[in-house]
């Protein structure tokens, strides 16, 4: 039962996206490394959902020219450095 997964390393894969709500029914994840892939944009709600336990997230070196974070009050750790970031980053 992958709901009670709790870390998950997913770096170095060469992801390029991820479908809508990928990471939905990992309930109880709360680490997720993203780092060394080519993802290019990121918006945690189409991702994850609302219920999301994530604690923290690595998304670094990627493509990334934009991240939406908006409304993401659970995450303590969220790395980006080795971007592309052409926005500011609105955690709000």
Known sequence: NLSSLF???LSSNRFLSFK???????KG???LNLS???L???????VFNA???LNQLF???NNFRNVNMKNVFKINE??????YLLEKIDLN
Request: charged share 10%; proline share 3%.
């Open 7 to 9: 870390y998950l390393d």
């Open 20 to 26: 809508p709500k990928t990471f939905t029914y990992l």
């Open 29 to 31: 994840l709360q680490f």
């Open 36 to 38: 060394n892939n080519f």
């Open 40 to 46: 290019t944009n990121f918006d945690f709600y189409i």
């Open 51 to 53: 219920e999301s336990m």
């Open 59 to 61: 998304l670094s070196n």
């Open 78 to 83: 969220i790395i980006l450095s080795n971007n």
